[in-house]
């Protein structure tokens, strides 16, 4: 990843409309958008504790901020997040990593993946489904869309791929986003692809569970690459073991997937306390056959859980937040993750992880106006 300059908060939001009537706004827009990450960034997880932190920091606030009118109530935050279109916010989202991340490195892992906020529905209502592209090796959010409340992943992955700069990455999806259509878009955008095979293509998994059954039985009358990987940590042993396929016609119509030039089976051996389990796993590519480098590449895309995913929920509390009114929870989701790309791009390296990060922000006045390019 090529990093850019550090850009100002407050030129993030400027393209963001306000949702409020002129003559009825008493807080600037801008302003309450920095100060809601200033607060997230320091360990407020929802709008009281991002007034409750405001208030006790407004002096500071005021070094960057006019906030003539002082800080809003936590009401206030609420509302306007919830009036505020998802799609300016995300825009704003987009163009600011845009200019903290302006090139990613070739061959970079793009995992897409989505995750639900399973509190932030109502009573009967459909909670929040984000899905998020995640930029494996640079450990910061691309872009972001939210599923329709009556759709799936399998709409909002190609309009999250139009809004990204994705040439020479491999982008890697699970098996929901296994579609021709989203293989289609992933080379429109110059990248390669790497999809798993679920049994929601009954038919192609079907066809390469028949090839391996061969494969099984005389490998050494198949051609193929082989790349293994074997880990030891914390008493667990795991062995990784790549196939890597390029008879295309064995496989039940090829021709759908575009510029399909091989498939892979990954076998996971796990040992832990004296219990062996073993998974296999099949996957479709746009990548000529190479095992060593489809093995680091299906690795990389299961950072997008403990790199993101658990982030959100462990670090930033995503999964206990009750934010439910409109687009509130999707924006604040949106805000976390503009934080924890400031925290993975930080200027200044401090010890910690992301939860001790945040505490160093919230008791630094310094390294909190450094984060936020405020100096």
């Known amino acids: ?29 801008v302003e309450m958008l920095v100060v809601a990450v200033c607060a997230v960034l320091s360990g ?45 916010f995300g825009g704003a989202f987009l163009r600011w990593v845009g200019q903290v991340v302006p090139t990613l490195r070739r061959e970079e892992v793009v995992a897409i993946d989505g995750k639900t906020s399973r509190r932030s529905g109502k ?7 984000l899905v998020s592209a995640f930029a494996a090796q640079a450990g910061v959010v691309l872009g972001q869309r939210a599923t329709a409340a009556k759709s799936n992943e399998k709409t909002a992955i190609p309009e999250l791929l139009t809004t990204l700069a994705l040439e020479g990455c491999i982008v890697t999806i699970d ?6 259509n989203i293989a289609q878009a992933i080379r429109d955008r110059r990248a390669d692809y790497v999809l798993a095979v679920k049994d929601n293509q009954p038919t192609l998994a079907g066809s390469i569970r028949d090839f391996v059954s ?3 039985t005389a490998p050494e009358r198949t051609p193929h690459r082989f790349h293994e990987v074997v880990e030891k940590d914390h008493g667990r042993l795991e062995v990784r073991r ?16 575009p510029d399909l030039k091989s498939f892979a089976m990954i076998t ?31 690795r990389q895309h299961w950072r997008v859980e403990n790199s993101l995913h658990w982030c959100m929920d462990v670090v930033f509390r995503d999964d206990q937040a009750r934010t439910r009114t409109d687009h509130a929870a999707h924006n604040l989701a949106v805000l976390r993750q503009l934080v924890l790309n400031l925290l993975r791009t930080a200027p200044v390296k401090r010890k910690g992880g992301l939860q001790v990060q ?18």
């Open 175 to 180: 098996a929901m986003g296994t579609q021709p």
């Open 214 to 216: 061969a494969f099984d």
């Open 44 to 88: 407020a997880d929802g709008f009281v504790e991002i007034e409750a932190w405001a208030k006790e920091k407004l002096d500071w606030l005021r070094r960057y901020l006019k906030l003539e009118a002082g800080i809003p109530c936590h009401d206030t935050f609420g509302r306007v997040f919830a009036a505020i279109d998802p799609g300016e």
């Open 123 to 129: 009573a009967g209502a459909t909670p929040l489904h």
């Open 268 to 298: 996971s051996e796990r040992t832990i306390d004296g219990k062996t389990s073993v998974e296999r796993r099949f996957y479709l590519s746009s990548l000529a056959p190479d095992a060593e480098r489809m093995n680091r590449v299906v």
């Open 242 to 257: 790549c196939h890597v396929f390029d008879q295309l016609d064995c496989l039940h119509a090829p021709e759908r997937w």
């Open 358 to 375: 945040r505490l160093i922000a919230a008791t630094s006045d310094s390294f909190r106006a450094q984060l936020l390019g405020l100096v």
């Open 1 to 29: 990843m090529e990093a850019g300059s550090r850009v100002r908060l407050m030129d993030v939001w400027v393209d963001v409309r306000d949702p409020r009537q002129a003559k009825k706004v008493e807080h600037d827009l």
